[in-house]
Nanobody, 123 residues
Framework: QVQLVQSGGGSVQAGGSLRLSCAAS????????MGWFRRAPGKEREFVGG????????LYADSVKGRFTISRDNAKNIQYLNMTTLKPEDTAVYYC????????????????WGQGTQVTVSS
């Protein structure tokens, strides 16, 4: 069992940056692949990116590639989503997730979820 607690959301002007954090507890954080998803108003949840358990491989949605960076610090049990050059289209509730299996793009691949945090980007 893994519990995920998110922080770092907020409001920012277009072109700005935000960094989201996802702290894990309950089981060894380093045993799980980690992912980020988001749900914009009126839209379905979509995959943002993810990182393998040892951080040797990352995966990103085309819409955020080159702007968002995922990293993890297994010693601190924290995963980060660093978002730069933010666009109004990035406005959404962002969720971190942990997977017992390998990294994937589908939400069904993930077993544990954070509470979500709002990111609002003004135009």
């Amino acid at each position: 069992q893994v519990q995920l607690v998110q922080s770092g959301g907020g409001s920012v002007q277009a072109g700005g940056s935000l960094r989201l954090s996802c702290a894990a507890s309950g089981r060894t954080f380093s045993s799980y692949a980690m992912g980020w998803f988001r749900r914009a108003p009126g839209k379905e949840r979509e995959f943002v990116g993810g990182i393998t358990w040892n951080g040797d491989y990352t995966l990103y949605a085309d819409s955020v590639k080159g702007r968002f960076t995922i990293s993890r610090d297994n010693a601190k049990n924290i995963q980060y989503l660093n978002m730069t050059t933010l666009k109004p289209e990035d406005t959404a509730v962002y969720y971190c997730a942990a997977a017992r299996t390998q990294l994937g793009r589908a939400s069904s691949n993930y077993d544990y979820w954070g509470q979500g945090t709002q990111v609002t980007v003004s135009s």
